[in-house]
C-alpha cells in the first residue's frame, strides 16, 4: 500500500484542469479527492480527514468563497489554497476575508503548486525546531503547537496562519518589522495580494490581543509593524 504524503481535498469543476491536477498530485505520492463542484465538496470534508484543501472560487451549487467559510466553521487549522483567475484579482482578496491561506493564479506550473503544498504541510506537521512554541502574552497562554491561545474565560482556536505569525511576533518583539520581512517569513513570498492578506491577519490577531496588558501590535506608518511585548513575571 502507497505510503501517502497527505490527504488532499481538490475541488475543481474543469475536467481537464482537474485531471492535470489529479494525475500530477498522485504522482507525487498525494491522496487525491476531487470534487466537481462546492456541494458534493462539502459532503466529502464532512466525511474524511483532510491535510489540505484545494478550492477553484468559481464553481456550480456552492462557490469556493462560501466553501471555505463552511470549512473554517468545522476546521481553524486546515490549509487552504484558493484557485483563482488571473483576471478576478478581488477574488483574491475575498478568498482570504472567507478563511483561505494562500492563493495560486491560473495558469499555473506544476512544480509551483508542488512547493506550495509541501511549506504548508510542514508547517501542520513539523511545528519543533529550536525556538519555543509557548509564550504568555498578557494573561494568555499562547501554544504554537497546539494552534491555541487562551485563558481562563476564552479560547481561540487559530489557524496556522494565524499561529504563524503570532509566533513571528512574538520572537520577533519590540522591534519594528518590515511589511516584506513578515511576508517572506509567514507566508513564504512578497506581493500586493498577500500584503492585503497580511492586513487581515494582523486585524485578527489585535481583536484576539486587545486589552493585554504588555502586548500591544503597533503599525508603524510607511515602514510594518512592531509587537511591543514584555514576557510577564512568574
Keep these: 500500500m502507497a505510503d501517502y504524503k497527505a490527504k488532499i481535498l481538490l475541488v475543481e469543476d474543469d475536467p481537464t484542469l482537474s485531471y492535470i491536477i489529479r494525475d500530477s498530485l498522485q ?32 464553481l456550480p ?3 469556493g468563497m462560501m466553501l471555505a467559510n463552511q ?11 484558493m484557485l483563482t483567475s488571473k483576471s478576478l484579482d478581488d ?9 483561505a491561506d494562500d492563493y495560486i493564479t491560473k495558469p499555473f506550473n506544476m512544480q509551483e ?25 498578557g494573561n494568555m497562554d499562547f501554544d504554537y503547537t497546539n494552534l491555541q491561545l487562551k485563558n481562563s474565560e476564552v479560547e481561540h482556536q487559530l489557524t496556522q496562519r494565524e499561529a504563524d505569525l503570532i509566533r513571528y511576533l512574538c520572537l520577533n518583539a ?12 509567514v507566508w513564504g513570498k512578497d506581493d500586493y495580494f498577500l500584503g492585503r492578506s ?30 511591543a511585548y514584555t514576557q510577564p513575571t512568574a
Excluded at 39 to 47: C, D, I, N, V
Excluded at 209 to 217: I, N, T
Design 174 to 185: 519590540n522591534r519594528v518589522l518590515k511589511r516584506d520581512e513578515i511576508l517572506m517569513n
Design 71 to 81: 470549512i473554517r466553521t468545522k476546521n481553524e487549522a486546515i490549509p487552504i489554497i
Design 91 to 99: 477574488d483574491k482578496i475575498a478568498g482570504f476575508k472567507s478563511g
Design 61 to 63: 451549487k456552492k462557490d
Design 113 to 137: 503548486l508542488m512547493l506550495r503544498l509541501e511549506v504548508f504541510l510542514k508547517r501542520s506537521k513539523k511545528k519543533e525546531d529550536n525556538t519555543p512554541t509557548t509564550f504568555k502574552i
Design 198 to 227: 497580511m492586513d487581515v491577519f494582523i486585524t485578527k490577531v489585535r481583536k484576539y490581543l486587545k486589552d493585554q496588558v504588555g502586548a500591544e501590535l503597533q503599525t508603524i506608518h510607511g515602514i510594518g509593524f512592531k509587537f
Design 27 to 58: 504522482k507525487n505520492n498525494y491522496e487525491v479527492v476531487h470534487c466537481p463542484d462546492g456541494e458534493s465538496a462539502w459532503q466529502q470534508f464532512m466525511k474524511h480527514n483532510f491535510d489540505i484543501c484545494l478550492l477553484d472560487v468559481m
